[in-house]
């Protein structure tokens, strides 16, 4: 997800898709055509144990990723996850019993898609339990953002979560998931005394998040209270969705008045809690923007940068290739800058002006808005049809992609763009989702490589490969690898352009170095806010001079650094090693290299830790 975003998860159907019914998703080194195949290796049985564990402490997550309700004993989508500080060391618990767990499994070299299952298996366990020594905050194991410093913020907490998920991912289809919704809505009391009591855990701790993320945090809060209750955004999206499953007339009238009754007795109270404790909070909140401010904030900093970067380097060295990128990309750009005769000023300042000019810009109206998403649905659409070009036959997905705008009452914090994945059982599209807060921050030239990103040949193609991986453990179906799939998203947009598709839109060319450059920066900015010391300020001037990029989206940019530390370093990290473990296969294999065979071995198994994905493409 530019960000994500993916909230943005790997994510599968049941049995039987069409990698399982190829074979393909197994493995791209072929047996011979005699050999007798070995039998596998049993670990599916105990990773989808350890998986049902854990995702009884977590429903929200299972409500997210479309499991059904049913294998989690009928309750997961009743109920918040459990926020408290009780409830986050019962997690961590669990978390780390579950690495205990899986050690002892052991495969033979014969089998080797279960040794690699469970190679995966066991790195997305380390990662969960790499920080876990550190006591604020809030783990995620199957999240992208992995340990987040604060529980609250302008982007991201159940605040924000739990109420979009409701909207748009919890099932509405039956009377029965109606009921279930409508008791979650009744449950927020509860939830959110847990959360009010982990923020103030955390500040005992010595954590509090910086002043202006609890001030970004407040508005996001006061959204959810303001307005009629009748055209609340989640009443809306209970009407419009029971609606659109034809379901009797009579329940969806008795459903919305409960509902109502819920979200003015229950959840809107529990709302005007929590913005009073964050409010509260704000005068104590720190100067500081960086991690290094928070106790053993260094070590939690490590932590991320090797589970969310995916990278042995230290933040120094991170911020030195950054620094080397920003100057290779500019480079390109110069070049591309002169031939249109814009040689005056910084790189910036010429990409600020191009932005600026109407010509590239959209109307700043219901009308313009509704033209740049049908604008972005055409490059969607474009792309599709060339699947061929860049995969194997067998790994072509046919699920199409939703693309649509980011909610009004979450925008303000919310990044440019982001991919939400398709649901387990199907029953959900993905959707490719674009913040039009603000018209000035989407010019037309910078939407081609944002939909490669986030559509195809990005997020959602990656997605829909892995809903092939129905035979996989759970554990696998719903594993984040950060550096993996936001490395695909940015390789995505290279790709897109070896394959011709700027050829004709040499504006879109500079859109796509624009953004490549914005990731490079980030390595820059993300390491030197939270291991070199830089101020907010800091980081906004040098983004804002470097990129060119409109200022709201920069300051949203470099809050959302400050509130997810080292997420923002997965983009450009793992598109190098991608880029690099492309280039070793080409040597090794000369002539008999395919950059649609390179890209099965990296798509054709689901997410996954860099070093496996080196491991498979060089391996013979």
């Known amino acids: 997800m530019d960000n994500g975003a993916t909230r943005r998860e790997m994510l599968a159907l049941a049995a039987g898709g069409p990698l399982a019914a190829t074979g393909l998703a197994a493995t791209w080194h072929s047996a011979p055509a005699s050999a007798k195949p070995p039998p596998p290796c049993p670990i599916r049985a105990p990773l989808d144990a350890i998986a049902d564990r854990l995702l009884a402490h977590t429903p929200e997550t299972a409500v997210y990723n479309g499991i059904p309700d049913a294998q989690l004993g009928g309750q997961s989508a009743r109920r918040l996850d459990d926020y408290s500080p009780a409830g986050e060391t019962a997690w961590r618990a669990a978390l780390a019993q579950a690495e205990r767990d899986i050690a002892p499994i052991r495969c033979g070299p014969e089998d080797k898609l279960a040794q690699l299952r469970l190679a995966t298996a066991s790195a997305i366990l380390a990662n969960a339990n790499r920080s876990a020594a550190v006591p604020y905050g809030r783990i995620n194991a199957f999240n992208f953002s992995g340990h987040v410093p604060y529980l609250v913020t302008q982007i991201a907490g159940p605040h924000i979560d739990t109420p979009n998920a409701m909207q748009a991912q919890q099932a509405l289809s039956s009377p029965q998931a109606v009921d279930a919704w409508i008791a979650k809505l009744d449950s927020f009391p509860a939830a959110f005394k847990g959360v009010i009591e982990k923020v103030r855990a955390d500040e005992a701790a010595g954590s509090v998040p910086p002043a202006t993320l609890i001030a970004r945090t407040l508005p996001v809060l006061d959204a959810f209270l303001a307005g009629p209750e009748d055209a609340h955004p989640l009443i809306v999206a209970l009407r419009t969705r029971m609606d659109a499953a034809r379901l009797d007339a009579h329940l969806r009238a008795k459903a919305e008045e409960r509902a109502i009754t819920a979200l003015r007795k229950r959840a809107r109270p529990a709302f005007e809690a929590l913005r009073k404790q964050m409010a509260a909070l704000l005068p104590r909140g720190r100067a500081e923007a960086g991690l290094w401010a928070q106790p053993d904030g260094d070590s939690l900093y490590a932590a991320n940068i090797r589970a969310l970067g995916d990278s042995p380097l230290s933040a120094e060295e991170i911020h030195a290739l950054g620094l080397s990128e920003v100057a290779r990309i500019s480079a390109e750009m110069e070049a591309l800058l002169a031939r249109r005769d814009l040689t005056q000023g910084s790189i910036g300042a010429r990409m600020d002006a191009l932005a600026r000019d109407p010509a590239n810009l959209f109307a700043d109206s219901d009308e313009g808005r509704a033209e740049l998403l049908e604008y972005v649905r055409t490059l969607v659409r474009a792309m599709e049809k060339r699947y ?233």
């Open 388 to 620: 061929d070009e860049f995969l194997p036959s067998a790994l072509i997905p046919h699920q199409q992609l939703e693309v649509r705008r980011v909610p009004v009452a979450t925008e303000e914090g919310a990044p440019g763009g982001f991919y939400d994945g398709p649901s387990l059982d199907g029953s959900r599209p993905g959707t490719y989702w674009i913040n039009l807060r603000d018209m000035n921050a989407v010019a037309r030239f910078r939407l081609p490589t944002l939909s490669y990103h986030e559509g195809v040949p990005g997020h959602h193609t990656q997605s829909c490969i892995a809903l092939g991986l129905g035979e996989a453990p759970l554990l696998l179906r719903i594993a984040s690898f950060n550096a993996y799939q936001e490395g695909w998203g940015l390789y995505a947009e290279r790709l897109a352009a070896e394959m011709g598709a700027y050829k004709d839109d040499p504006l879109g060319d500079l859109g796509r170095l624009q953004d490549e450059l914005f990731r490079a920066v980030r390595l820059v900015v993300d390491t030197g806010i939270h291991a070199k010391r830089w101020s907010r300020e800091q980081g906004v001037q040098y983004m804002r001079d470097v990129t060119g990029v409109a200022e709201s989206r920069v300051v949203a940019e470099v809050e959302r650094y400050m509130a997810w530390p080292g997420q923002a370093l997965g983009y450009k990290l793992g598109q190098l090693r991608l880029l690099d473990i492309r280039e070793r296969m080409m040597k090794a294999k000369g002539k008999r290299f395919s950059r649609r065979a390179f890209h099965g071995l990296v798509l054709g198994n689901g997410a996954m830790p860099l070093d496996l994905v080196e491991g498979e493409a060089l391996r013979d």
